[in-house]
């Protein structure tokens, strides 16, 4: 369950950051923070 909501979260996030809106209200530290979850996530695996 908590894999799917994840998974929406970060392809919001994914969107938000294409589409600009993030770069508009100074939000890009969540792409950050989003690489540093896949990326342990990864690892841990």
């Known amino acids: 369950m908590l894999f799917i ?3 929406i979260v970060a392809i919001v996030v994914l969107v ?3 589409t600009g809106v993030l770069a508009r ?6 792409i950050l923070v989003l690489a540093v ?3 342990s ?3 841990y695996l």
């Not at 209200?25 to 969540?30: A, F, H, K, P, S």
């Open 25 to 30: 209200y100074n939000m890009e530290w969540l």
């Open 16 to 18: 938000l950051h294409f």
């Open 5 to 7: 909501l994840y998974y």
């Open 41 to 43: 996530a990864v690892i």
């Open 37 to 39: 979850t896949v990326f």
